[in-house]
Structures are given as C-alpha cells and as structure tokens.
C-alpha cells in the first residue's frame, strides 16, 4: 500500500458538489445505513460522505468521523455546522497508525471507509480495528479510487480478509473498486 497521503487542500474538490455526478452519497448510502445506527468513518476528509451520513442515521442516531489531519476535520465541522447536523456528528484527529477508536469496540453498526485505505502505514491495524469497533454482523463499505489497481486492491481485501471480515460483495460505485463486507 502507498503512504501518501491526501493534502489537505484537496478536501475542498472531493466535497464539491459536483462530485455528486457520478457518487450521489445518498443513493451510494441508503441501503447501508437506518435512523438510530453508530457509523465509523475513518479518513472523513472534508465531510463529502459525512453529511449525508448524519441525516440517514437521523436524530437518534451518530457517525463518528475520524481523521488525520485536523484541516480536513475542521472542513468537516464546518459543513456540518451549516447543515445544522452538529450534534450528530463527532469530529476525532487519529494517528497514522491508530484510528483511536478503542472506547467503540462492539458498538458500530457500519463503517465507511472510502478512499483512505490506500493512505495508511499499516493496513492490518487499521483493518483490526474497524473489526473491533463493529458489532457482530456490522458492516464495512471499503471503497478505493480506481487509480488503486484492481491488484492492489485484492490485497487490500486479503489483508482485510485476514483481520476477520467475511467475504467481500461487489458494491457498484462509479469511478471505484468497492465491497461490503461483515465482520
Ligand atoms: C482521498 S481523502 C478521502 C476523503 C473522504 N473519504 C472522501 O471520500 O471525500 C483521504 C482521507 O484520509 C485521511 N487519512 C489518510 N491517512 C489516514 C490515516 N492513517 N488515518 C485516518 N485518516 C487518514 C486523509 O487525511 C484524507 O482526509
């Protein structure tokens, strides 16, 4: 896996609206996520998935979201201010090697992890992790931009296989290699 990781300033263009040509997240969102759930979202970035996220688990429900780099969070925040999503919404800066998400183990009904894997140092760890925060049966969407070959793709799965998650399922989103897979 490559260790690059996406500057901060890209944040603005990957929450542009005009993304939603092609990655409508609510349409890519709905099937995965019910009012009430507790969803994980590491490598957040500026909120593009987060916000529509926030509405689909509704008023009862929470999405952590998790970053490393604190502009990329404070983008976030800001969106979700502006859509009034505040409170449903907790914004985490993580290290490149830990999510710190230990306190969640067990309790997370879905995990998005959308164009981050590829970023981080230590695949097993961050796939261990997203494991131990699920519930029995929760769910992870792991999605990469198709500039991830589909072989490294594979080993991403097959590290991820190896951490415990069940087979992968094709998801069909645009301009990505996605799957869902249980824990
Ligand atoms: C390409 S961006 C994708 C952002 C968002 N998921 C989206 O699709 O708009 C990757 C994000 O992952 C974050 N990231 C990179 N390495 C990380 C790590 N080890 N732990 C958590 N986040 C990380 C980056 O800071 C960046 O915000």
Redesign the pocket.
Known sequence: MEEH??P?W??YA??SPLRRIGQEPASILAPWVSQGMIVL??????G??SIPLARLVGASGRVVC????AK?LAGMERRARRAGLSNRIEARQ?A??S?KVEDLDGTVDLALA???AH???NPDR?FGELHAALKPGGRLILAE?THVSAEQFDRTLQRAAACGFGPPAPVAIRRSRAVVMER
């Open positions: 990781v996406c901060w890209l944040g990957l929450a979202e590491p490598g957040c970035g500026m593009f998935f998790v970053d490393l780099q990329m993580c490149a090697d999510l959308f164009a981050v970023e981080v140092p961050f931009p």
